[in-house]
């Protein structure tokens, strides 16, 4: 059997001690305890009033719902104070810094919000007659124009729905090359180890079968390794640059043109593209298809948990095989190029992936964000994030281990280990105790090439002062980490909720509410 | 650079840091890029940072550019729909505890986000009548061809029969899906009748059926009892996929699950989401008990802390891709947190008594509209049972008619023209839907154009 | 009747031509507390090494590998309703398939209950 091997174990409850009175409700002043909706709701009450008028008449044919659904309501102060209550048991980043690796955790401008809630964005009909959305089509066209430009690609698709679905939209449109080259039969694609999960789970759903290429000790991809499977069987690689250890991938440029000798093409996840924007363009190393997150480089909220937009740029030797639909300027305004008007150009085109367009209320606050920053501003923010994770990883390499922090300057995040904590400790108790301190923790047991790894990135929206202070807390977590401090075990003490059972959640998963009395 | 509003390092804070890296300059840390693929210039045409006040005006006059569907007399349905979203439900989703947290991997800081997951799965699968329900997918095209692939790991079989009467994009992205999955769908174009082709599914189940995809109601407006359909997917072990585009619909009629679908989707957009052009929205997915550990996506569930409290967690997370990798049930890597937030709240607002009574306005306006439109000379109602949306036969073109109509500010529906291009048979086609932002003055207003323009 | 184990951490008990898989205690130890287990149908023809299983922690899903070749004849269903059974007994209670062995020759290349202490010793 395969064993576990990032060292991730679930968290398992230990009792608190409790050591301060209980209360009467179960609140601890601001920390105020809710009960969902099922528990105070019933299904008569409404925080929505609706014109008086006759409903009666039905055309429903035999269909009219007789049973009741289950929906309890609330007044509307009712539910502004429940949602509220619950918002403030979240951690977020208008609280404090947000150091989860990979996950690109920056300051979300309110000017975006702002802009994407425009009416003439916000209330506009995905197949309204395009005459009467030129504005909207403008936005997405002006939007393309800029993650070309900035990439140094020659097209893009919109439509992607994150990041991951961007990936299936690279990966399908490699695949639709292949086949028309009548090459279908080349089936294996080339992934680090370190990759992001979602790399391999795509190859996988476009039939590909997956190969793992390993990492050097410094962290990087094994170029030799690479070149040496290269073959007529290989389709392509899928390669994170700035990878997910933090470190540039050097060689990319001689990995693609090796790539492309060999009749593959390059897949680049851009999930980290925030380090290089405005100072390095992927097309110059070589890359055929990248997504981009605009949810992580351009900044538009990540919700807790989505939605993410993943618009994916393309070579020119690609570019006849992105999906549909996408819009294009035409002399006397924009169009949209669906299955209908598809002519000759779309011929090759691998078809639809979503119903409509994409995710247009992230195109407004993207666009924004880059008419905000600039050509000086952008290149600022890559060079800002790059410095900070850097002086994270100088002011803690002696305190923490740093497995890389030799082989370079890293780029936008910084990776340390477990190595080092005292017997029994791990990752996790550190993560904990962050949160003690105030602190979202940082990606924990990710990329699995290290061991216990914390991948810390602290983006460029964190002023100098909030970095010391995450610095600080960090070093001294991890001296009693080290010196097997036991109150680690038992962290978070401070926080909503201590350790949850995850184990119990999976072994017998309640997914939805039912009531107990009945 | 000169200050900029958005990034807080001074040029003495960059000095003292690099100094603490023991950098010469900013440019050392980016040792690692070969000199060839340094972009040394300025970024081509893309000017200096800005002022809030100069993007301002800049994207504003770009949205002026658009006909804004509260503005006009508005029936455009077919897989989004306009309804009155309560003013609470943005400010809520606004709160920066919610807009800017990351998916929930900490769960003791992100119970706000877990709880309002287990809610919104309950409600979710109240709605659809499903056993369980997922915390949400990216929208209802993409759940719906989620769904294909879950029916195919669940039966072990790969031919899924895709009704006529669901929506031509999701037709599209399950052929675009189904070439890289090997799975093969029998899909098939609607007629311009009150019938939908529920007998004609049935007759086409066979043994190596997946399953069957139906969308309810489809994309014409009609409706029909799924109860036969789902018997005759199960005497051949099929499972019987429901699509639902318009959710309010539910507050009106039998849910598909209590109809024994097995797996239901749907677009949540019309909850608290809005239009928005087409996205983001809010894939809905329910299914029963039994075929959980085949569903894609997340789930949230419940559990208790160390200290004994009720409190929620992300869980069988080994369904997917950061853990299973290759072998995941699917690559999707979010959801559709913020929406499905909307939703939620808008769906805590109404309550079950008014999510009916807006049910029952969407169907009374839309009776009304019909009786009405239906008296257009040259007009006829194709189908008279229907929730909040119908089709009209124009006995001419449509889609010429809709641009008319456009121009002199009436958005009119959706011509069947757009969806079905080079189907002549549709050609004369218009889906109206008619929600509770219709008014009867916009009625008279559509039918009055409409009368003029086919006169 | 005699046990044996495999460098991937299975274990099977051979009793004439039908042998009972587990994963191995090390093993259990290794994954944390499981959650779920997927045992294969009876009738699943499998040749060694094949996945046969799969065995989940909360954050991990492991495939078990078939010791040996053969059809199943019977997967532990109690799993299903007692995952912990393989924490708490993995080498007993916690078995997960029964197997008839094609080719008995195949137990010869796994270690046997001191050769396998040996080798977890050093891992």
Redesign the interface.
Known sequence: MTINQSGWKPTSPEANEASVPATFTGNRALMLEEKLIFEIGDSETTGVDFAEGDVAGSRLGDLSRKDPIGLPGLSEPETVRHYTRLSRQNYAIDLGLFPLGSCTMKHNPRLNEKMARLPGFSDVHPLAPVDTVQGALEVIHQLAHWLVTLTGMTSVAMSPKAGAHGELCGILAIKAALEKRGEGHRKVILVPESAHGTNPATAAFAGFSVEDIPATADGRVDTDALKARLGPDVAGVMITNPNTCGLFERDLKDISDAVHAAGGYVYCDGANFNAIVGRVRPGDLGVDAMHINLHKTFSTPHGGGGPGSGPVVFSEALTPFAPLPFVEKTGEGFRLVEEENADDHHADSFGRMVAFHGQMGMFTRALTYILSHGADGLRQVAEDAVLNANYVLRSLENTLDAPFAKSGPCMHEAIFSDEGLAEGFSTIDVAKALIDEGFHPMTMYFPLVVHGAMLVEPTETESKAALDQFIGALASVAERAKAGDPSLKTAPHFAPRARLDETLAARKPVLVWKDKAA | MERMRYLPLTSSDRAEMLSVIGAGSVDDLFVDVPESARLSGPIEGLPNHASELAVERHMTALARKNMVAGDVPFFLGCGAYRHHVPASVDHLIQRGEFLTAYTPYQPEIAQGTLQMLFEFQTQVARLLGTDVANASMYDGSTACWEAIGMARRITKKSKAILSSGLHPHYVSVAKTMAKYTGDTLETGTPVLTAETDIDQMIAAIDADTSCVVVQYPDILGRIADLTPLAEACHAKKALLIAVVTEPVALGAVRSPGEMDADIVVGEGQSLGVGLQFGGPYVGLMGCKDKYIRQMPGRFCGETVDADGKRGFVLTLSTREQHIRREKATSNICTNSGLCALAFSIHMTLLGEAGLRRMAGINHANACRAADRLAKVPGVKLVNDVFFNEFTLDLGREARPVVRTLAERGVLAGVSLGRLYPGEDALANGLVVAVTETVTAEDIETLAKALEEVLA | MSRYFTE???WIDVDGDVGTVG?SDY?QG????I??V?VPEEGRELSKGDEAAV???????????APVSGTVVEGNAQLADE??LVNSDPEGEGWFFKITLSDASELDALMDEAAYAAFVAKL
């Open positions: 991937d951490h299975e994963i093993a290794a994954l944390g507390d959650v779920f997927d065995v989940e922690s909360v954050k991990a899903a492991s495939d078990v590998y995952p912990a």
